[in-house]
């Protein structure tokens, strides 16, 4: 499985636009790319998921440059209650099966 | 509605002595994981069932052990909890039969603590 590295922490205001950017240099090609966040005291929650390009739901964005050796999740807009961590993953069921290694997250923390 | 459900919220255990954590899901998941987080770090994969088919990580203790019962029933069994072993456990589901790695719907976790 690629190792990623992400900041450790991140601040931010209300209203900004925030972007996390994960580096995964070994990623496989078939790998996909995948975040959670995760507030205190609770479980991991799916954000966003892509392989290449650009992914948008309504919560996130997820920008995947050619060679897939990073990625950004950004942000919109964010409020205080977006204060948490957010983890990337990268993996593939056929060579990694259900395996699943977290990294040690980005905390951000929106200010008012 | 919560989808994965951990009973109880919150454990309390003495040394050595054996505590069983339950998790149970609504989705018909084929997938089910145990994770141990400790306090500021990242949640560590234990051990996941495929259906029936069990598959341990390489470093779990063997005081770790788990049963799957039927699809929707998971259980987290810890027979001799040391200090160390105080931690947030998360159970989590995803779909399989899919190439693709499909997105994990986590419960709210419990956290254990050891007397």
């Known amino acids: 499985l690629a190792k990623t590295t992400q900041p450790i922490s991140m601040d931010s205001y209300e209203g900004q636009e925030v972007n996390i950017t994960c580096s995964h240099n070994n990623i496989a090609t078939n790998d996909y790319i995948t975040w959670y966040q995760q507030f205190p005291s609770q479980g991991p929650r799916f954000i966003i998921q892509g392989y290449k390009t650009k992914v948008t739901n309504e919560v996130a964005s997820l920008f995947i440059p050619a060679d897939r050796k990073s990625s950004t999740l950004s942000l919109p807009r964010v409020s205080l209650s977006d204060t948490a961590v957010y983890y990337c993953l990268v993996g593939d069921v056929d060579t990694g099966g259900f395996k699943t290694i977290f990294g040690a997250g980005t905390r951000l923390f929106v200010k008012a | 509605d919560a989808m994965v459900i951990q009973n109880p919220r919150y454990q309390v255990t003495q040394f050595g002595k054996p505590v069983t954590l339950s998790c149970s899901q609504t989705?018909?998941?084929?997938?089910m994981y145990w994770y141990q987080q400790k306090s500021s770090q990242a949640p560590k994969l234990l051990f996941h069932y495929y259906d029936k088919d069990f598959n341990n990580e390489a470093d779990t203790p063997d005081n770790f052990q788990s049963r799957r019962p039927n699809t929707s029933f998971c259980f987290l069994d810890i027979r001799s909890p040391g200090l160390g072993d105080a931690a947030m456990y998360l159970c989590?589901?995803?779909?399989?039969?899919?190439?693709?790695?499909?997105?994990?719907?986590f419960g709210d976790g419990t956290r254990l603590s050891i007397l």
């Open positions: 989590a589901t995803s779909r399989g039969g899919d190439r693709r790695v499909q997105p994990q719907h």
């Open positions: 989705l018909n998941h084929n997938v």
